[in-house]
């Protein structure tokens, strides 16, 4: 079963609260969904920790539910 966008956004909400979100739909299936992803959480992380974290507030719904997220993450510019 594909998972909402809005459902991917409270997961990830949640993990990181201060968090600025967004997601598209790539393919319009709930299976491959792009994501940006700001928060001040990835401050001194490598690229890897940083999707580390979000992929952890997935809670291993990772190439299960969710079958791909391209994902941009970065801390907010000042």
């Known amino acids: ?7 991917i956004e409270a997961m990830i909400r949640e993990a990181l609260p201060d968090a600025t979100i967004e997601i598209k739909d790539l393919a319009g299936d709930g299976d491959h969904y792009a994501a ?6 990835f ?12 992929y952890g507030a ?6 299960g539910v969710l079958h791909a997220l391209a994902l941009t993450t970065g801390v907010p510019q000042d």
């Open 1 to 7: 079963m594909p998972m909402d966008a809005r459902d």
């Open 36 to 41: 940006t992803v700001i928060s001040s959480a």
């Open 43 to 54: 401050k001194g992380k490598t690229r890897v920790a940083q999707h580390q974290l979000v």
């Open 58 to 63: 997935l809670q291993g719904r990772m190439g």
